[in-house]
Nanobody, 123 residues
Framework: QVQLVESGGGLVQAGGSLRLSCTAS????????LGWFRQAPGKEREFQAA????????TYGNSVKGRFTISRDNAKNTMYLQMTSLKPEDTAIYYC????????????????WGQGTQVTVSS
């Protein structure tokens, strides 16, 4: 089992920045990729970004390319999502996810989910 705990959400004005964190515990040796999804009210959960835990390879969804940056600190078992130039349409619950590889996360094949953290962007 892997436990994922997100933090860093909150309220920010449009154009502002936030950094989300996701700390993993438990059987972290079984983690190969971590990623971020978001779910806005009335919408499906959507892939945002993912990072390979060992190599650090990254991939992004089209809606956040150039604005969001994913990174990780292996020593702290923590992944980050630096969000800049935030827009009201970025408002959602952001979820941390762990999976077998980057493609699985892109395809929504997630092994473990965090509980989510709310991000609200005001106009």
């Amino acid at each position: 089992q892997v436990q994922l705990v997100e933090s860093g959400g909150g309220l920010v004005q449009a154009g502002g920045s936030l950094r989300l964190s996701c700390t993993a515990s438990g059987r972290t040796s079984s983690m190969y990729a971590l990623g971020w999804f978001r779910q806005a009210p009335g919408k499906e959960r959507e892939f945002q970004a993912a990072i390979s835990w060992i190599l650090g390879s990254t991939t992004y969804g089209n809606s956040v390319k150039g604005r969001f940056t994913i990174s990780r600190d292996n020593a702290k078992n923590t992944m980050y999502l630096q969000m800049t130039s935030l827009k009201p349409e970025d408002t959602a619950i952001y979820y941390c996810a762990a999976g077998q590889n980057l493609q699985n996360l892109i395809d929504g094949k997630v092994g473990y989910w965090g509980q989510g953290t709310q991000v609200t962007v005001s106009s």
